[in-house]
């Protein structure tokens, strides 16, 4: 099973719809997929439970019983939807649990501010250095090729860690949450320019899921 474990501790910063679509999009490629809430608020968990029953369809993991749930499942994905504030040994704990970690980041002076010691703790944990856990940075409510994407580049650069994806800002994904849906689940004509950004982010996904069962074998 390969953990993507989403987190940024600033909310707001679009956890949620990545997790949610991140989730929409293995489920859409017939993937046993299943979120691992733990936001008190409850937000992916709410959206699963909107979800329509006939599309591809995403598990829960409750609380109490994640292994036990993970395994009778017999999940290839568990995607963690984590809360604000997240930090400290909560955080390093996160990173050891996860294969892969992506990290919304919208392009504002406030939000590069407050992420800029979460990347630190991040890129200074074992989960980082020991096992080189990949984290990828995806741009949100910003499209490349704008002011505010070179800005972000430019914040970065102190960083190792790369901008997979430019998400443009759209009442697609507000739409998405309110109805269950990830932008997978919508017909073309309306989620055609989203597929394409999501692309290399996708594939970036998908290249470090191989490397790691390549390196561990099936677990
Ligand atoms: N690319 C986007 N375009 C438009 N609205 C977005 C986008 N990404 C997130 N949102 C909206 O912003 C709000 C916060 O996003 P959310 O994913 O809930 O953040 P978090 O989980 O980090 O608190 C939500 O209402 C969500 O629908
Ligand atoms: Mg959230």
């Excluded at 989403?6 to 979120?35: D, E, F």
Aim: aromatic residues 6%.
């Amino acid at each position: 099973m390969q953990t993507i474990v989403i987190a940024n501790p600033k909310g707001g910063s679009g956890k949620t719809t990545l997790a949610t679509n991140v989730a929409g999009w293995l489920a859409g490629k017939r993937q046993r997929v299943a979120i691992d809430d733990r936001d008190p608020q409850q937000s992916a968990s709410g959206w699963l439970g909107r979800r329509p029953a006939l599309f591809p369809p995403i598990a829960a993991l409750g609380p109490e019983a994640r292994r036990k749930d993970a395994k009778v499942l017999d999940l290839q994905w568990r995607v963690v939807d984590t809360p604000a504030g997240l930090h400290g040994e909560e955080l390093r704990e996160a990173a050891r649990e996860a294969d892969q970690m992506l990290v919304p980041l919208t392009p504002s002076a406030y939000d590069m501010v407050a992420a800029e010691r979460f990347l630190a703790t991040v890129a200074e944990s074992k989960a980082v250095r020991q096992r080189a856990l990949p984290v990828g940075i995806v741009a949100m409510r910003v499209d490349a090729r704008t002011h505010s994407a070179t800005e972000l580049d430019e914040f970065l650069a102190g960083f190792d860690f790369p901008v997979i994806a430019h998400l443009r800002q759209t009442q697609v994904y507000v739409w998405c949450a309110r109805v269950g849906a990830s932008v997978f689940d919508l017909p073309r004509s309306r989620a055609e320019q989203d597929w394409e950004q999501w692309k290399p982010l996708t594939r970036w996904v998908a290249k470090h899921a191989d490397v790691r069962e390549q390196r561990t074998g099936n677990r």
